[in-house]
């Protein structure tokens, strides 16, 4: 029996979503545990401290209740996938206090530009595997636009990462959807499930 690629999308991105959400004790630290912090708990951006993020805490804190981490379903019409692209939910109410912090936070990429050797270079880190035009992209304060600067581009797409940087209250717009943060990549590092 051929499956639809609605369908398999749909399937791949429950999977990835679940896995995702379950955050690995074995992950690789970016420092030693003093100064990897897990969430932010509105503690201040230090020196040397790395923020061990969730999703969920882009948001400001009186919208977080109403955070999932489920991808939204893929929105197809009459034509199916030849239908016009799924609109973006614009919310770009962030998280101030996490303005210059450094952090580190899992998701998946959706590559804008790629580099010389093949690897992607400037993308947009999101939580749900599969964030493509059917299915409806996070809003704005769940995107991070990422950049790596003069470091390696990442390799594949179909991987989750952890990546570490800098993070910025810096809205952008781009073809595949606005941004509410901005990171510049310190270090790439594939998620380990």
């Keep these: 029996m051929k499956m639809r690629p609605a369908v398999f999308a749909v ?16 992950a ?14 509105a503690l201040p951006a230090k020196p040397g401290r790395i923020i061990e993020l ?16 489920v991808a939204p379903a893929p ?8 239908g016009p692209p799924a609109l973006q939910a614009q919310d770009f109410n962030v998280n101030k206090s996490l303005e210059g912090a450094t952090v580190r936070l899992p998701g998946f990429i959706v590559p804008l ?7 992607v270079s400037e993308f947009l880190l999101v939580p749900y595997f599969g964030s493509c035009i059917h299915v409806p992209p996070p ?42 943060y901005e990171l510049i990549a ?8």
């Design 11 to 26: 399937l791949l991105i429950v999977t990835a979503v679940a896995t995702l959400a379950a955050k690995p004790a074995s």
């Design 28 to 41: 690789t630290p970016v420092a030693n545990s003093s100064s990897l912090v897990p969430g932010h708990k």
């Design 54 to 69: 969730d999703w969920k805490e882009l948001l400001p804190e009186g919208e977080r209740s109403h955070f999932t981490a």
């Design 75 to 82: 929105i197809h019409d009459y034509r199916g996938e030849g």
């Design 113 to 119: 530009d790629a580099v010389k050797s093949g690897g």
């Design 139 to 180: 809003p704005p304060n769940q995107i991070v636009y990422v950049h790596t600067g003069h470091r390696p581009g990442i390799d594949s797409i179909y991987d989750a990462y952890w990546i570490t940087g800098k993070l910025h209250l810096q809205t952008k717009s781009t073809r595949l959807g606005s941004t509410a």
């Design 186 to 193: 310190e270090k790439i590092e594939v998620y380990k499930y």
